[in-house]
Nanobody, 114 residues
Framework: QVQLVESGGGLVQPGGSLRLSCAAS????????MGWYRQAPGKQRELVAI???????DYADSVKGRFFISRDTTKNTVYLQMNSLKPEDTAVYYC????????WGQGTQVTVSS
C-alpha cells in the first residue's frame, strides 16, 4: 500500500503564493506519473498539473504560467508551486500517484481570500 501525504495548504491573499508538497512512501520511479488535482465545493475534481516519470509536465489552462510542478526523486516528493493565486483557486488539493493502480492523498485545503 502506498501512502501520499500532502502539506503546505492554508489561507493566502489574492496574488500570494503557496507551495504544496506530496511525500510518497516509495520511489517516484515506481509510478507512471504524479499529479495534482483540486476539487472546489460543488464542483468535480479536476486535474491541475502532472509530471511524468520522464519529467514531462502539463497543466490545466487555468493555471498555466502561474503554477509549476516539480519533483525531488531523492525525497520521493512532488511539489506544486502556486503563484499569483486567485480566489477561484480555492479548493482542496489532492496528490495522485499514477499506476495502475492509482493512489490518492488525503488532500490539503487552499483558501485564497482577502
Amino acid at each position: 500500500q502506498v501512502q501520499l501525504v500532502e502539506s503546505g495548504g492554508g489561507l493566502v491573499q489574492p496574488g500570494g503564493s503557496l507551495r504544496l508538497s506530496c511525500a510518497a512512501s516509495r520511489s517516484l520511479f515506481s509510478f507512471s506519473a504524479m499529479g495534482w488535482y483540486r476539487q472546489a465545493p460543488g464542483k468535480q475534481r479536476e486535474l491541475v498539473a502532472i509530471i511524468t516519470s520522464i519529467s514531462t509536465t502539463d497543466y490545466a489552462d487555468s493555471v498555466k504560467g502561474r503554477f509549476f510542478i516539480s519533483r525531488d526523486t531523492t525525497k520521493n516528493t512532488v511539489y506544486l508551486q502556486m503563484n499569483s493565486l486567485k480566489p477561484e483557486d480555492t479548493a482542496v488539493y489532492y496528490c495522485k500517484a499514477g499506476g495502475p493502480p492509482d493512489y490518492w492523498g488525503q488532500g490539503t485545503q487552499v483558501t485564497v481570500s482577502s
